[in-house]
């Protein structure tokens, strides 16, 4: 197997040589400015590594909305859907050209039907939870496209 895979020209994306190799510690991500960006951006930059000095800026504009999906008997809401969008884009320093972008979206859900202390735990696990699945998602599309922009 590992040899039909080198015949065809397979390179492991962070590997030696592989498209994404030079993206770890080479990003600079968007300063945070609430509590979404600031879980967003702590989970990038766990996958990208952190720098003040990289070759590229990464930019993103998180998006979120709530809505109620399970209604109980007296017409209370005992369960939420939080959804959220993040567009980004990736800009080369040097030249202040855009080089790649791209929109992650992504939902999870919540339960209202505790105590209000454990509603609103729940409610900002939930974002929490979200803001990962948006960076995993970036990191994912961003190391998917590597080989065409990256050089």
């Known amino acids: 197997m590992p040899l039909a895979l080198a015949a065809c020209g397979f390179t492991p994306a962070y590997g030696p040589k592989g498209p994404a190799?030079?993206?770890?510690?080479?990003?600079?991500?968007?300063d945070?400015?609430?509590?979404?960006?600031?879980d967003l951006v702590e989970r990038l930059?766990?996958?990208?590594?952190?720098?003040?000095?990289?070759?590229?800026?990464?930019s993103y504009t998180i998006t979120t909305d709530t809505?109620?999906?399970g209604i109980a008997t007296d017409n209370s809401t005992t369960r939420y859907q939080l959804y959220g969008s993040a567009d980004w884009s990736l800009t080369e320093r040097a030249t202040a050209?855009?080089?790649?972008?791209?929109?992650?979206?992504?939902?999870?859900?919540?339960?209202?039907?505790?105590?209000?202390?454990?509603?609103?735990s729940g409610e900002e696990n939930a974002a929490l939870r979200l803001m990962h699945i948006l960076a995993?998602?970036?990191?994912?599309?961003?190391?998917?496209?590597?080989?065409?922009?990256?050089?």
């Open 97 to 120: 050209t855009r080089v790649t972008g791209g929109k992650a979206t992504g939902f999870t859900s919540y339960s209202a039907t505790a105590s209000t202390v454990a509603a609103l």
């Open 21 to 30: 190799s030079g993206l770890v510690d080479q990003i600079r991500i968007g």
């Open 32 to 38: 945070p400015t609430d509590k979404n960006s600031f």
């Open 45 to 58: 930059e766990e996958r990208l590594g952190r720098t003040s000095a990289g070759r590229y800026d990464l």
């Open 136 to 151: 995993d998602e970036i990191v994912t599309q961003l190391v998917a496209t590597a080989g065409i922009w990256a050089k």
């Open 67 to 69: 809505s109620g999906v």
